[in-house]
Each structure stands twice: as C-alpha cells, then as structure tokens.
C-alpha cells in the first residue's frame, strides 16, 4: 500500500526503541516531543486501553503464562529493540522527528545474551516469578541407551551450534488500520496467521475478539517472522487511542530490531551403531535460547523430538530440551522451524560416525534411512518411503563429483574441494489435530472460493486455484470461471496460519473438500449438476463450507512420542564446494538435490520454494548471525548472501510420492530445502579440507583455525 492511497486523515507512527537489552523503566517524558509540529499524540503503556500483552498461547507445562511480551514495554526493557512509545503525526517525518525528544530514564540490568548465560546460578529472572529455564521435555524410545552405548563398537558424540538467523526480507513489516462504520478494528498487515493473531492480540489491545479483523496485505517473503504478531497491536492500540486510521512502516534498522529470529540451540550428540554400522542408540541435550517472549517457544524446544536424528531408523533414544529465557532478540518462527538446528547436529555426526566406521558418509546414510516397519524419533511410521529411492537417484551424481573433487585436489594449489551430503526432512502441519476451513459458492458466472491461505511469497493463490480448478473438473468449468477470495477475516475462514508447511495439506484438503460438498449440492439424481439458476430456482444454498483435520496426535511432552503431523516432506542434497586454505573462504560451487515433495501441484512455485530454501541455507552455513548488535543491523552486516555467493549450479530433481493423506497426493514444500542445506555444505568443508565446523556460521576465520590446528 503506497502512502499517497492512504486516507487524509491517515496519522502516521513512529516507535521509541530501547537501545539497552534489560532495563527497569523508570519514567518515560513525552512532553517535549508532545510540542513538535504536527505531533498529534505520543502513546506509552498508560494509553493502552487493553492488558497490553500479547498471549503467547503457552503450552499447560509452561512455568510461564505466555503473556509477558508487553505491547508498548511499562514495567522493563527486555531486549534491544523493544517498544517504548508511539508517535502519531501527521507526516512520517514529523513523527521520526518527534521521536527523538521521548526521553526514558532506565537503570540498566545484567544483560544475559545466551542461554549459559541466562542459565548461571547467579543469574536474576529475566521476568520475576518465572524462571529463566521455563519448559522443559524429555525423549523416551526403546531401551535405556546408556547400558547399549558401552557395548556398542561404534560411538560418537560432539556439541553443535546453530545461531540466531535473522530473516531479512527485502520488504520490512508494514501495517494500516483504521475503525469501520459499526466500530470494528480493521487492522492491514503482513500476518500469516490472521485468526490466530486476532486471538493473541485483542485482549491486550483492550477490544472483543468478535469487533476485530485482520486483513492480510500481499507481502513478499516473511520467511515466518510473521508467524508471531509484530505491528498488530501497535497499530491496534493507535486506532483505538486516537480514533484515526494509522499507518506504520518500518525502517530496515526496525526489522531487524524489533522482530524475531531463528532461535538458537545448543545440542550435545551422541550417537551409537553396531558392527555393521546400524545406528542402535542415539542421546540428545538441547537447549533453546528463545529471547525474552515464550511465545510458540515450548512448541519450538518440542521439534528436538522430531528432528534430531530424523530420516533415521533409531530404536533407542533417550534425550531432553529445555526452552531458555534471555535478554537477545525474540525468537519466533523462521523456515524450517527447529529442523535446521536439530537436523544440523545429526546430520554432521553422521558424517563423524562414517569416518568411524570407515563407510562412504552416503552409504552409512543408505543402510539406515526409514524402511517399512521403521520407525521416527517420536515412534511413528514415516507417512511415506521416499529415503532410498532418493539416495539411489543421487549415488551415480555423488560419485562424479568426487571423482572431480579428487581431480581437482591431486593439482596442488591453496584452493581444496569437496563434497558433502545431508538429509532434509520436514513436516506439514502445527502438531497433532490440525485443522483448516475454506468454503465454495456457485455464482452466476461460476464458482468463488474462500480460505485465509496467507501468502509470504509462496503463491498461495495458485495453490488455492489449482487444487480448487482440479476439484471442481466433474462440473467442466475453465480455471478464469473461479474467483478466489482470501485472507479477510470479515469475509474467509480460519483455515490456521500459512506456517510449517501445512497450507498446500490442510488448507489444500479444505478446498477439495469445500469444493466436493458443493458439487454434492449441485448434483442432479442423474449425475448431471445443477446451474446456478436452478439452485436459485430450488431454493437451494450456494454456498457450503469445507473442513479438514489431520489424523494426528501431539508428541507427550514427557517421552517426545507422538505422531505429529500427517505428511512429511523429503529431500538428499549434494552439496560441492571449495575452500581457499590461505584465506578460509568458502564458496559453494554447486548444489544438487532430489526432493520429494508428492504430486507436484504448480512444478514453477514448487522450485521457487526449493531454490529459495536452499540459498537461505547458504547464509545460514556460511555468513548470517544475528549476534552483536552494534555490527549485525543491516542487510550487509547480518551475513544475507549477495549474489556471487550463490552458484548458478543448482540443480533440483522431482522425485514424486504420491501421499496417502492428501486428495491430490500433495505434500508442503517451503521448510524442507531449508531443514539441513548447512550440514550438506559444512560436510563439503570437512571433506576438502579436514576441518570440521560443528557451530555455525563456517566463518572463514574458523575454517582457518581448523587447518592451523591441523
């Protein structure tokens, strides 16, 4: 939304950001920056009419409530960044200027930027009353590992870290809301979540959940930032504050601040195999750093269950997490979700465990990826075999770029190549008994389709068309003949968050069926339908609702077990790359993948996805941190790949499993090419140069350590 389409009275804000990451506020002066020109007012806690925090929806086992992100901060400052006031002007300008003259007193506080750190006995609680170590979740499978672990040949164990990935799309978090005629909020933003947003937000804003509706505005990548609610409730307090339609839009140096991360875990691994290199027991310690706000952060720890050591039969794993509170940025949800630090982790001692056994890193995968009667790491059957006909796929392309790897290394010179292989693995849905609604409506002209498929740039209104178009086939209708109508909550229905892959399964079976019940409605006793004029002539209603739920259930915080989500998607990845041994560069010259997403739906979006999700594991193996915040706070000094980081090498082959769960066999696509890229590329380092890089980013300077201790 441009600004000149904003509506006149349109007052424009601008935040007071905390510059310290733990503070007590002491008292916030408004009165100067109140005498600005075109200053209409300046908004703190005190102005807020609602219970200014967001409801983080916290898990029962939580020691927390999940409300402890404040709206605009009152009582503490809890990580740089954070929202102290609101200024509302009439110009942008005015309102940055105005800005400035907010004065907040503070007495600083300890400062705990990690979760050791946040986790030391001397450490004061981040949010008094809740501990800093606030959830906690156990993994139960098979047999006591510890006596097994002794007797087994082969045992390797190693520490890994996968930091704090900050998201940087190109376009940063805007937001327009205003009041209707009948006093509805109508808030414009870029959420993926509308429902649930409205369901976090409007308690703290102070208005019934019934009077407030988010519009979702086309945005570019999110990347799931904007899986947590960011502006909503800024913008939603200005309205109700000042009556006036508001607009804000962030700087880069905001998005980068105010919203979400990647969160990090720390993982200890230990994994066992026998003689013949089958893996028998595996232990695992995780540790989540999730920033001040708990909220999705005991879901998050909950993914260590799912994804460490996932693609593999594993019979006996025993294993905890821990979700930490500490004072760096926020963690919220980013591609991948927890697979990427946890597949990080299994997916390099893999590689630790071959050289162990002395087995090719491919055929140690080989000889122990899921089979029929195997099991997951939560002990449920994988929805679909796709491991091994992958791998199959990819052997002879592996053993090629070896050979030329190995070329290339007998030519002696600084410059060293290498391969590396890695599992990717995701699942498609929110954990246990997730749901979606759509609805479909003959009209004069054809059939309308209604659902909240969000869209971040993954083409959900082709995904949306496409499963409607291949739905409704039987009625004979040209794709132009559908109209879609989406992401609206005053006009579609609550078919969940854009997030964890789930849409092209939940929301795509909830159009299937939407479209289904009313082909039902329309069908004569001779298997012909009804035109619109005869439902109108019969009385009938055109319009019928579609609801899907997964036949799923949440993992036992407890023992980790559980059959979480109905569709998984997966992936082998090649990854070729070259390491400057006098400067500890490394480039990645190419990236081969086989993935298996099911029946592809729209083969252009599907590789959007795939080639996305990998360049984004590019940044996270190579460049991207989000850790010092005086250099990290630009697109250039967060590590984002440019352009010469990325090879024109990428090659993707389709490997289609039809699912059993979805109408047209579908799985996700977003999360998988994202889950395990890094592991692939720092594999690819080990093997050129005999470094081994177990915590991320594979800074040159590490890699250069490496070959000095070597």
């Given at each position: 939304?441009?600004?000149k389409?904003?509506p006149k009275?349109t007052?424009?804000?601008k ?13 916030i002066?408004?009165s100067e920056?109140e005498?600005?020109p075109?200053v209409f007012k300046?908004?703190t806690?005190k ?6 925090r967001?409801n ?6 939580n020691?927390g409530d999940g409300?402890e ?7 503490k400052?809890f990580q740089f ?13 005015q309102?940055?200027?105005?800005a400035?003259?907010?004065k ?7 400062a705990?930027m990690?979760?050791p750190?946040a986790?030391?006995?001397?450490a004061i609680?981040?949010h008094?009353?809740?501990?800093n ?5 156990q993994?139960?499978k098979g047999?006591?590992?510890a006596p097994?672990?002794k007797?087994?040949p082969?045992?390797?164990e190693?520490?890994?870290y996968?930091?704090?990935?900050p ?5 940063p978090?805007v ?7 009948k006093?509805n909020l109508?808030?414009?933003s870029k959420?993926?979540g509308i ?5 976090m937000?409007?308690?703290g804003?102070?208005?019934?959940l019934?009077k ?6 086309n945005a570019g990548g ?5 899986f947590s609610?960011?502006?909503e409730?800024?913008l939603g ?8 339609p508001?607009y804000?839009e962030?700087?880069m140096?905001?998005?980068i ?6 969160s990090?875990f720390?993982i200890n ?12 027991a595996m ?5 989540v750093d ?11 720890t ?5 994804f460490?050591?996932?693609g593999?039969n ?5 294993g ?5 509170a500490?004072?760096h940025a926020?963690g919220?949800a980013?591609r ?6 946890s597949?990080f982790s299994?997916?390099?001692?893999i590689?630790?465990?071959?050289a162990?056994?002395?087995m ?13 009667g195997?099991t997951t790491?939560?002990?449920?059957k994988?929805?679909v075999?796709a491991f ?8 002879p392309?592996?053993q090629?770029a070896k050979?030329?790897?190995?070329a290339?290394?007998a030519?002696?010179?600084n410059i060293?190549y290498?391969?590396g292989?890695s599992?990717l693995?995701?699942?498609c849905?929110?954990d246990g008994a ?7 409506e003959?009209?004069?002209?054809g059939?309308?389709?209604g659902?909240s498929w969000?869209?971040?740039g ?11 178009y291949?739905?409704?086939r039987p ?6 003949q559908?109209k879609?109508?989406?992401?609206d909550m ?7 968050p854009a997030?964890?892959s ?7 079976n909830?159009t299937?069926?939407a ?12 298997g012909t339908?009804?035109t619109?004029?005869?439902?109108m ?6 319009k ?5 739920t997964a ?6 915080v407890?023992?980790?077990q ?10 082998v990845l ?5 390491v ?8 990645v010259?190419?990236l081969?993948m086989v993935s298996d ?7 252009l ?5 795939l080639?996305g999700g990998?360049?984004q ?9 989000f850790?010092d915040l ?5 697109l250039?000094g967060c590590g984002?790949p440019?352009?010469?980081?990325v090879?024109d ?5 389709h490997q289609?499993?039809?699912?059993p769960?979805t109408?047209n ?7 998988m090419?994202l889950?395990?890229?890094h592991?692939?590329?720092?594999n690819?380092i ?5 470094v081994?890089?177990t915590?991320?980013p594979a800074?040159?300077e ?9």
């Amino acid at each position: 939304m441009g600004i000149k389409t904003l509506p006149k009275n349109t007052l424009h804000i601008k935040l007071v950001q905390a510059t310290v990451s733990h503070a007590n506020i002491l008292s916030i002066d408004t009165s100067e920056a109140e005498k600005m020109p075109g200053v209409f007012k300046v908004i703190t806690y005190k102005n807020v009419p609602g219970t200014n925090r967001i409801n983080g929806l916290a898990f029962p086992e939580n020691k927390g409530d999940g409300k402890e992100r404040p709206i605009l901060n009152d009582k503490k400052v809890f990580q740089f960044g954070d929202a102290i006031a609101m200024v509302l002007a009439d110009t942008p300008y005015q309102a940055e200027q105005a800005a400035a003259k907010v004065k907040v007193e503070l007495e600083e506080l300890p400062a705990y930027m990690s979760a050791p750190a946040a986790m030391a006995e001397d450490a004061i609680e981040i949010h008094p009353g809740t501990p800093n170590v606030y959830f906690e979740t156990q993994t139960v499978k098979g047999k006591e590992t510890a006596p097994l672990m002794k007797n087994l040949p082969y045992v390797v164990e190693d520490d890994f870290y996968v930091g704090r990935q900050p998201h940087l799309p190109i376009e940063p978090d805007v937001g327009f809301a205003y009041l209707d005629e009948k006093g509805n909020l109508i808030v414009h933003s870029k959420s993926i979540g509308i429902h649930v947003h409205a369901l976090m937000v409007a308690e703290g804003i102070g208005i019934p959940l019934e009077k407030l509706f988010i519009v979702q505005n086309n945005a570019g990548g999110t990347f799931g930032y904007k899986f947590s609610p960011t502006m909503e409730g800024l913008l939603g307090v200005a309205v109700l504050v000042t009556k006036r339609p508001v607009y804000l839009e962030f700087s880069m140096y905001q998005q980068i601040t105010y919203t979400g991360k990647r969160s990090p875990f720390f993982i200890n691994l230990k994994m066992g195999a026998d003689k013949d290199g089958k893996l028998v027991a595996m232990e695992s310690d995780w540790t989540v750093d999730h920033g001040p706000y708990m909220e999705f952060g005991d879901l998050l720890t909950m993914r260590g269950h799912q994804f460490i050591g996932a693609g593999y039969n594993i019979p006996n794993i025993r294993g905890e997490g821990r979700t930490v509170a500490t004072n760096h940025a926020w963690g919220s949800a980013f591609r991948g979700y927890g697979s990427p630090q946890s597949l990080f982790s299994s997916e390099v001692l893999i590689d630790e465990l071959a050289a162990k056994v002395g087995m090719d890193p491919l055929e140690l995968r080989y000889k122990n990826v899921y089979r029929d009667g195997d099991t997951t790491p939560t002990g449920c059957k994988p929805d679909v075999i796709a491991f091994p006909q992958a791998i199959d796929k990819l052997r002879p392309l592996y053993q090629e770029a070896k050979k030329n790897a190995a070329a290339k290394n007998a030519k002696d010179g600084n410059i060293k190549y290498g391969v590396g292989v890695s599992l990717l693995e995701y699942g498609c849905g929110l954990d246990g008994a997730d749901s979606s609604e759509a609805w479909a409506e003959i009209t004069a002209d054809g059939v309308t389709v209604g659902n909240s498929w969000e869209d971040h740039g993954q083409g959900a209104d082709m995904g949306t068309l496409t499963i409607a178009y291949e739905a409704l086939r039987p009625l004979g209708i040209k794709s132009e003949q559908i109209k879609l109508v989406m992401n609206d909550m005053r006009y579609t229905p609550n078919s969940g968050p854009a997030g964890g892959s789930r849409s092209n399964v939940m929301t795509g079976n909830a159009t299937t069926v939407a479209c289904r019940n009313l082909m039902d409605a329309l069908r004569k006793p001779d298997g012909t339908f009804r035109t619109y004029k005869e439902m109108m002539n019969e009385k009938k209603p055109t319009k019928y609702q579609g609801k899907w739920t997964a036949p799923c259930t949440a993992c036992d915080v407890k023992t980790g077990q559980g059959n979480p989500f109905p569709v998984y998607m997966y992936g082998v990845l090649l990854a070729e790359v070259e390491v400057d041994t006098t400067t500890g560069k490394t480039k990645v010259e190419k990236l081969t993948m086989v993935s298996d997403c099911g029946t592809i739906i729209n083969k252009l979006v599907l590789e959007g996805q795939l080639y996305g999700g990998l360049v984004q594991g590019i940044g996270l193996a190579l460049s991207e941190d989000f850790e010092d915040l005086k250099k990290h706070t630009t697109l250039i000094g967060c590590g984002i790949p440019q352009i010469e980081d990325v090879p024109d090498d990428i090659v993707l082959i389709h490997q289609e499993t039809p699912r059993p769960l979805t109408y047209n066999g579908q799985a996700g696509a977003g999360e998988m090419p994202l889950s395990a890229p890094h592991a692939a590329i720092v594999n690819a380092i080990y093997n050129a140069t005999g470094v081994r890089i177990t915590k991320l980013p594979a800074y040159p300077e590490k890699v250069l350590e490496g070959l000095k201790k070597l």
